[in-house]
């Protein structure tokens, strides 16, 4: 299994570009969450699936979008990128016994 | 609103002394509860968890959690430190209404030789 895969590792956006992170995973998890790790701020929850087709708002939701059309992948779009999205971006998923199996993580700066 | 606390932003202790850090939480209903750690430049990786049955909870690399009900703490304890235990612990909490997982902020472990 290569269990959570996130792509890229790195990326530079100026401002106002749109890009989309990319998060697949082969457990066959229901659950997917992406998280951002700001220093002092610990991980914040951005938006979740609890499976296909349904997503939900986490803590800080705003200029992000998410979809679920599969199991497998919850892709993350930033639709106007802005210097306050700069952070690490980690996806998750876990399955029935709430264990989360993380991402490497995708470090995005905007400039 | 769910949250978890974690008060301390480092703990520092000497390899082979006891460690312990800290957390509480606030959710509505029972609490399944968390600790993640993390090394320098990965992910995040499991370490335990409580979710219902005896309050001492043990997990990976000979960690253990305790389970307070009356002082809604969940820390995190080892009897003897070592070296390689030097890394940033965070402790989570489900809401099982929500299914949110909300992380604290983040605890890091130095550990001295």
């Known amino acids: 299994n290569a269990g959570v895969t996130q792509t890229p590792k790195f990326q530079v956006l100026k401002t106002g570009q749109s890009m989309t992170l990319q998060c697949a995973q082969d457990m066959n998890h229901e659950y997917m969450s992406w998280y951002r790790q700001d220093p002092g701020m610990g991980l914040r929850l951005i938006h979740y699936?609890?499976?296909?087709?349904?997503?939900d708002q986490g803590e800080v939701p705003n200029g992000y979008n998410v979809s679920r059309s599969t199991t497998e992948d919850f892709p993350l779009r930033l639709l106007s990128a802005a210097p306050s999205q700069t952070s690490v971006y980690f996806c998750?998923?876990?399955?029935?016994?709430?264990?989360?199996?993380f991402g490497p993580g995708t470090r995005l700066t905007v400039t | 609103a769910q949250s978890v606390a974690q008060p301390e932003d480092q703990v520092n202790v000497a390899e082979g002394n006891p460690l312990t850090v800290k957390c509480t939480y606030s959710?509505?209903?029972?609490?399944?509860l968390f600790w993640y750690v993390q090394y320098p430049n990965r992910g995040l990786q499991f370490l335990l968890k409580y979710i219902t049955g005896d309050n001492l909870v043990k997990g990976s690399y000979g960690f253990e959690a305790e389970f307070n009900k009356s002082q809604t703490s969940f820390h995190l304890k080892k009897p003897s430190a070592l070296v390689s235990d030097s890394a940033l612990y965070f402790c989570a909490v489900r809401d099982i209404n929500t299914d949110k997982l909300i992380f604290g902020t983040g605890t890091r472990l130095q550990v001295f030789p």
């Open positions: 699936s609890v499976g296909a087709g349904i997503t």
């Open positions: 959710v509505s209903g029972n609490p399944y």
């Open positions: 998750a998923s876990s399955g029935q016994n709430y264990e989360q199996y």
